[in-house]
């Protein structure tokens, strides 16, 4: 719902008007101009106010007919919205297709974004600080190393992108660094190639290629010679869509560095997952981890490493803090020692500093360097973070009420003008379905989601409440057709149907309805996007 509300389905408003679906044919987009039409003509009305509150939605019906009933029009808005019907796009008296028009549409928007690239500069860094304890308290000092990363990428055409880069690390009384460059050229929309050198700890010329095989699986192959002993090491790897959500792949390398891989990964909307097994010369390991997001602002980690160098178990979470940063916290116990590690992710920047607590495996140790900072965590959360949050979002709905005042004003005068014309026939289409036990609509209310939640509270809240809802009873009762039945569309946000209004911009918002059917109650709600078709037995109390 709430990445809907940000922008999921941006160019749907004229669907909302006429209550269509966004895939409505031609004489589905009539039947509704027809219908509105007659409600709203001003000819209808002889009072001077009525007559200019039919004018004023009339025209709106007008308008959404026009672009909505021409095949270009509406193609230039379903990809642009009214932005792109009201900026002048020029697509040729010659173009009377379809595919035509896609084509061209698609033509200006790669031209757009031409004229854009020469902006595109994304930098992205990483800075690692290993501490350990031990070492501390042995009079040597708590910096154990630190490595540092650095990339700026540049699109310096439409196909080509070139990178530079560098690492520096040092680890006691030695280090050493690394400089690349990275040149990226899109053959097709299929392939492409990499040619790639290096100077520092490893000097190396290299040239990768990457294929889509078909529409679920690719392949890169790459090649590097290094330039000191003159080895040449040949890289491949196959990727394959498994499912909609898991990809698998196989890794070969050959030269001084011949191993074997088999991973997996796996994504979706709540969960992520991966694993792989690599096999070398004498040396092989297994990693896998599970992230799993508890909110859009938190997320739990395990993972876990074996093999012949390795043998650990990793668990954390992290939450995000800011729109560009978050936070993370892990712990990991394995041969080497046991270790914290503190994370700071903002935009392509990241800090890293594991802390080494202990080299030696104890059991009580181990156990309080778990338990105490996962408790302080929770209590913080608890009893700091949580209220701190709940005043901040407060605040922030407050000063969104405050700057969009104006304009929820103005929307709430046009949706109930536009009622009033809705009221006589919907009283006669309510009366004529209570005669026949029908569909009739004892209430509904549209708004915040939170308002809704909230619509049983006290009478300090009432207020507060009504300022985010909308009763729209009325223009549902109308929209109910003589069989009974009751439709919106999905994809389609429910602010834009006539005799609705957005009371609370910004905000998530649902739709609330209780009705009588055949002599029950029902009661429903549904998100702003999602599809309502009533009566439906599932709604029944």
Known sequence: MKEEEKGGAPNRELYALLNISPEASDEEIRKAYRQWAQVYHPDKYQAPQMKDIATENFQRICEAYEILSDER????????????????????????????IKEELERLRHQKEQEKVPSHVRPSGSVMANMSLPQFWEGDGIMKGMAMASEVQSQISKQSVISLGGNLAVDGRSGGGIATIVF?????????????????????????????LSQHSSATMGLAMSLRDGSINLSNNWTRQLSETTNGNIQLALGTDTSIGVGWQKKDQKTSAAGDIKIGPGAF???????HRFSSNSHGRIAGRFGSGALELEVGGGRKISNFSTVRMLYTIGIRGIFWKFELH????????????????????????????????????????KPYNLKREKQKALENVEKTLSQVCESRAAADKAQQLLQNVANRKRTRQLETSGLVITKAIYGSHKALKNKSQSEEAKDEVTSQIIDVTLPLNFLVNEPGQLKLHGGVKKSGIMGFCDPCPGEPKQLYVAYTYGGNKYEVIVDDYEELVIPKEAHRI
Do not use: C, W
């Not at 053959?187 to 990457?210: D, F, K, N, W, Y």
């Open 73 to 100: 029009k509406r193609l230039i808005y379903d990809i642009y919205g009214m932005e792109g019907l009201t900026s002048g796009l020029e697509l040729g008296p010659n173009l009377n297709k379809v595919e035509e």
């Open 184 to 212: 990226r050229h899109q053959i097709s929309p299929a392939s492409s190639i990499e040619v790639m050198g290096s100077a520092g700890l490893r000097a190396l010329i290299g040239v990768q290629t990457s294929r889509q």
């Open 285 to 291: 390991g297994v990693t896998a981890h599970y992230t």
């Open 346 to 385: 903002r935009g392509g920047q990241k800090l890293i500093v594991p802390v080494l607590l202990s080299r030696h495996l104890n059991p009580i140790f181990a156990s309080g360097a778990f338990i105490i900072p996962t408790s302080l965590y929770f209590l913080v959360k608890t009893y700091v973070v």
